[in-house]
T-cell receptor, first 114, second 113 residues
Framework: AQKITQTQPGMFVQEKEAVTLDCTYDTSDPSYGLFWYKQPSSGEMIFLIYQGSYDQQNATEGRYSLNFQKARKSANLVISASQLGDSAMYFCAMSLYNNNDMRFGAGTRLTVKP | SQTIHQWPATLVQPVGSPLSLECTVEGTSNPNLYWYRQAAGRGLQLLFYSVGIGQISSEVPQNLSASRPQDRQFILSSKKLLLSDSGFYLC????????????FGPGTRLTVL
């Protein structure tokens, strides 16, 4: 079964600086997708970015980019030019192509300081 | 466009009482549907998922059950709630197959007293 690990319970970043949130995964299946979600204090889960295991380039979505290192089985989220509204919980998730479920990491709480 | 609804938004129930949480999806057909539970300050625990009407996969043995009576309706139930059932329950959908992201409902905050 696949496993997702987020080793940073909490992170702090100064407004306008970049921050990297770590995510490692474990699977023997070659076909999978990696996802990042943001959960503000309201509780809603907001999809941020996706990376497929066969994608040659790192995914980017606005200020979000995914640093995908397949050999190291890591999929770190990079947020550039942090804003106060980026303060939230961030979850990394993985889904196998031939499976229907999605597994989530424990999450990282990001706090952006003014 | 697709939307996902959950109700109620909040619920306070006594131990031993029954539970019924409902989730419906609009704007798509034959979605995969999911129930997650999130304890305070923790990650998401997958409880059940369904790939079609009447098809339920259970991930964690517990006193909860799920049903999918219609294509876009997913219900989470319990006959007798435990204190440990307290948490934030999230319903989600995704299109079947491939590398698709999940879309989440607004959640139900359940407190069992």
């Amino acid at each position: 079964a696949q496993k997702i690990t987020q080793t940073q319970p909490g992170m702090f970043v100064q407004e306008k600086e970049a921050v990297t949130l770590d995510c490692t995964y474990d699977t023997s299946d070659p076909s999978y997708g990696l996802f990042w979600y943001k959960q503000p204090s309201s509780g809603e889960m907001i999809f941020l970015i996706y990376q497929g295991s066969y994608d040659q380039q790192n995914a980017t979505e606005g200020r979000y980019s995914l640093n995908f290192q397949k050999a190291r089985k890591s999929a770190n989220l990079v947020i550039s030019a942090s804003q106060l509204g980026d303060s939230a919980m961030y979850f990394c998730a993985m889904s196998l192509y031939n499976n229907n479920d999605m597994r989530f990491g424990a999450g990282t709480r990001l706090t952006v300081k003014p | 466009s697709q939307t996902i609804h959950q109700w109620p938004a909040t619920l306070v129930q006594p131990v031993g009482s029954p539970l019924s949480l409902e989730c419906t999806v609009e704007g798509t057909s034959n979605p995969n549907l999911y129930w997650y539970r999130q304890a305070a300050g923790r990650g998401l625990q997958l409880l059940f998922y369904s790939v079609g009407i009447g098809q339920i996969s259970s991930e964690v043995p517990q006193n909860l059950s799920a049903s999918r009576p219609q294509d876009r309706q997913f219900i989470l139930s319990s006959k007798k709630l435990l204190l440990s059932d307290s948490g934030f329950y999230l319903c989600a959908w995704r299109t079947s197959g491939g590398y698709n992201e999940q879309f989440f409902g607004p959640g139900t905050r359940l407190t069992v007293l």
